[in-house]
């Protein structure tokens, strides 16, 4: 019979969390896999999910180990369902998302001076952003730097960044913990569900960062290969 299996997280139970399998039904998304679990035999199973389309952002998982949106994706035998990376789990699949949130008020990532209208089509793709998540689960920067903001809030600093006159508050929020701590890897834009491409956003917040008079402090720590404790 083919089976999937989902970790369950309960701060109420010794152990707190367990691996369960459940049956697959076949040819369903898995929110909706979830759904029917849920309805026919178990009903304490927890996750998210409100739209079912792709729209409200939050029913992300982690499926065999990659951020992916429940509603978007077809359950497969052996699938393993976990819940979002790198954030607190309050039952099961659902997770706290408050901590994520704030890197946007830390990166300070609103407008800031007045709108320039005809670049709204330059930002096209950075407004859909849904706020699934997905980028910072599968953010490896997360799992050594927790204080580290984050792609989507980087991207939405680029955003607001190309929308209005300056955005200077932001640019200078964003030098420690942000731009310069990213390794570019690419994993974000990889799981984005809405194609957008965070890591080019923040190559291009690093080049509005240089243009502001900021440079990668990294470069600071460099040798080139050149003993400078010799003098010249
Ligand atoms: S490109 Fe940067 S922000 Fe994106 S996943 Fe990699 S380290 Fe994180
Ligand atoms: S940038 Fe993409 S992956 Fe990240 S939160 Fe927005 S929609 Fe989700």
Redesign the pocket.
Known sequence: MSKIKIKRFDSRREPNTIDMEYPLFDGLTLLSLLHKLKNTLDPTLSFGGVCRSGVC?SCSVMVNGKATLACSYKANNGDYIEPLAYHTVKRDLIVDKSKTKQTLVDSKAYLQSKLIPENAPKVEVQSS????????SACPVMAVNSDFLG??AL?RVYKYTLQSEQNNESIDAVQQNGVWDCTLCGE?TA????N?D?KMDIMNLRSKSVQNGYSDPNFANMSFGLDFTQGF
């Open positions: 952002g952003c849904i706020l699934c998540d997905s980028c910072y792609p989507f991207t974000c799981v984005c569900p809405q957008i965070p």
